[in-house]
């Protein structure tokens, strides 16, 4: 029988099991050391987590297994994991809310080595406080071409006098980011749309909105229409299920311009340093509420 140890996180005792058991087989990393990686870096992805339903994706035998989907909060979770009932058209689904350290170093315990959430916050769960591009390398292309086309989003968004912000997926893609007053979710997919769109045109051999992968070819995919209610993507900081323990790492657009960036030179063991050098990049997002 595994008996758990337990974290004292102020008043409260979170229970933490297998820590030894390896999570990443290509670094050996434990789920202690996941553990720990996300008590370090909860001051950087907490603001963004927070009020922002969580979707599960537990790997219970690490990066290389097996894992599932989960939106339902587990029915033995603590009291104090915090918790929205969302309605659905068959169902009332409670999604956790991980609004604090002892609720992320929950997760984390499951196997939930990425941290994957909503685009809107309860209790404004119909409006997105973020335009985002979710940039997909498809065929043959790759990182990039993920970044030239994530530079042409940001020529489009400084012509509309936007400020916006880039991290890398922490596998193949980009992410864009604009902070914005929340809006509801049609609106603002309207504007991600005509801004792909007129990317497409401006470079059609470059990239595509084209859903159906057969036909894409060696474009990159322009996904706007990820952006919708109950869809999710990786938070800024969150670990990617990756051989190399890759994380969803902010950049300077002069950074990712460079030929030197590149996903897998942003990681697990790297990302804190990083950070003590340069700052949260994404930190500006938490204060900016810009009109579209």
């Known amino acids: ?9 102020g008043a409260t005792k979170v229970p933490v099991t297998s820590l030894e058991k390896i999570m990443y087989p290509q670094k050996s990393y434990t789920k202690a050391d996941v553990i720990d990686y996300y008590i370090k870096i909860a001051p950087y ?9 969580f979707s599960m994706i537990p790997y219970v035998n690490g990066a290389e297994g097996e894992s599932f989907f989960q939106k339902q909060k587990p029915q033995n979770a603590p009291k104090w994991l915090k918790s929205v009932p969302v ?35 309860h209790p404004a769960l ?10 997909d390398p498809s065929g043959e292309t790759g990182f990039p071409e993920g970044k030239a086309a994530a530079l042409l989003i940001k020529a489009a968004l400084d012509g509309y006098g936007l400020w916006s912000v880039a991290k890398t997926s922490g596998k193949g893609g980009v992410h864009v980011y604009v902070p914005i007053r929340p809006q509801p979710y049609e609106y603002v997919r309207n504007f991600t749309s005509a801004i792909c769109r007129a990317v497409v ?6 990239c595509t909105t084209e859903r159906t992968i057969a036909k894409r070819g060696d474009r990159v995919y322009l996904d706007a229409v990820q952006l919708g209610r109950g869809k999710t993507l990786p938070a800024p900081y969150s670990l990617r299920a990756t051989p190399g323990a890759t ?22 063991s790297n990302i804190l340093g990083r950070i003590e050098r340069v700052g949260d990049l994404f930190e500006p997002v938490y204060g900016m509420k810009q009109e579209l």
């Open 45 to 53: 992805i907490l603001p963004y987590l927070k009020n922002r339903p």
């Open 1 to 9: 029988m595994n008996t758990p140890a337990f974290l004292e996180i």
């Open 247 to 268: 994380v969803s790492a902010p950049m300077t657009w002069e950074e990712l311009g460079r030929a030197a960036c590149k996903p897998e030179s942003y990681t697990m």
């Open 87 to 121: 309605k659905s058209s068959t169902r009332t689904i409670d999604y956790c809310l991980i609004n604090d350290l002892r609720s992320l170093i929950y997760m984390a315990n499951r196997g939930c080595l990425e941290m994957h959430c909503w685009f809107s916050r």
């Open 126 to 135: 119909d409006k997105p406080d973020c335009a985002v591009f979710d940039i």
């Open 201 to 206: 045109d401006a470079r059609p051999d470059l």
